[in-house]
Nanobody, 127 residues
């Protein structure tokens, strides 16, 4: 079983950047597909990005393509979300999620596919 702790959120002006980190403990990190989701106030949680445990496959929400980059360091058991050119509509609580898989290239945007979740970190983008 894996435990996830996010960090790196905060307040930033539109056009700025933040890097979120998600540190994992327990389990075998390089057997987990990792994902980032977000939930804005009053809205449903939505998929942002995912990366396979090999790191070779990634998947992004259309509205963040070209601005956000997901990456992972299996030795450090950490997944990152680099967020550039932030917009007010990116304001949300960002959650890290993990899905165990034997498939090195698996990525998925479905929240129900992920069995482990962090507590979330707030990202606020001011206009």
């Amino acid at each position: 079983q894996v435990q996830l702790v996010e960090s790196g959120g905060g307040l930033v002006q539109a056009g700025g950047s933040l890097r979120l980190s998600c540190a994992a403990s327990g389990g075998t990190f390089n057997s987990y597909t990792m994902g980032w989701f977000r939930q804005a106030e009053g809205k449903e949680r939505e998929f942002v990005a995912a990366i396979s445990w090999s790191g070779g496959s990634t998947l992004y929400l259309d509205s963040v393509k070209g601005r956000f980059t997901i990456s992972r360091d299996n030795a450090k058991k950490t997944v990152y979300l680099q967020m550039n050119s932030l917009k007010p509509e990116d304001t949300a609580v960002y959650y890290c999620a993990a899905r165990w898989t034997s498939v090195a290239t698996l990525v998925t945007s479905k929240s129900n596919d992920y069995g482990y979740w962090g507590q979330g970190t707030q990202v606020t983008v001011s206009s």
